[in-house]
T-cell receptor
């Protein structure tokens, strides 16, 4: 199993540019999460999808952030326009349908906004 | 609101030593508790998951225990190796509504010296 796959691994962009982060969850996983990790705030839940439907987006910082899950094997997190304070590592994670609810993380996308 | 604390924040031990990492949580209404390790620049790797009805789980040199009533979990690492050096995080999943919202500790940075 390839695990949760995220791209890009690193992104450096300038303030005001659009950023799109991508995630492919593990096959058979029906719950998908986007987290953001910073030194100051640790891991923060941004949005949670179940069966491709957004269930809780209360963690999305503001309207500049949006996320989609058009099918069971793909999700995107978009920031438009990006700001320096968005610099962080963004993780995608998924949970298999059924089972004890073990969470599996991708390797993350490190975003730097100049 | 659930709070998860990991003490100490950092720990340095010589190779071969047995060690214990601590995780405490304030709300005992949990569904499960999961231990992760995170290497620098990498995602979180799941180590062990303990259901609320379980007292402990073992995987190789790792043993995790759970005492729900006292709000504590420990991760025991036997015969530590330099390759065990990483940040170890615990995360608690609540029971009941919004049980997808894990609360993470800030982690313990472990260094095993050869």
């Amino acid at each position: 199993d390839a695990g949760v796959i995220q791209s890009p691994r690193h992104e450096v962009t300038e303030m005001g540019q659009e950023v799109t982060l991508r995630c492919k969850p593990i096959s058979g996983h029906n719950s998908l999460f986007w987290y953001r990790q910073t030194m100051m705030r640790g891991l923060e839940l941004l949005i949670y999808f179940n069966n491709n439907v957004p269930i809780d987006d209360s963690g999305m910082p503001e309207d500049r952030f949006s996320a989609k899950m058009p099918n069971a094997s793909f999700s995107t997190l978009k920031i438009q326009p990006s700001e320096p304070r968005d610099s962080a590592v963004y993780f995608c994670a998924s949970i298999p349908a059924g089972g004890p609810g073990e969470l599996f993380f991708g390797e993350g996308s490190r975003l730097t906004v100049l | 609101k659930q709070e998860v604390t990991q003490i100490p924040a950092a720990l340095s031990v010589p190779e071969g030593e047995n060690l214990v990492l601590n995780c405490s949580f304030t709300d005992s209404a949990i569904y499960n508790l999961q231990w992760f390790r995170q290497d620098p620049g990498k995602g979180l790797t799941s180590l062990l998951l303990i259901q609320s009805s379980q007292r402990e789980q073992t995987s190789g040199r790792l043993n995790a225990s759970l005492d729900k009533s006292s709000g504590r979990s420990t991760l025991y690492i036997a015969a530590s190796q330099p390759g065990d050096s990483a940040t170890y995080l615990c995360a608690v999943r609540p029971s009941g509504g919004s049980n997808y919202k894990l609360t993470f500790g800030k982690g313990t940075l472990l260094t095993v010296n050869p």
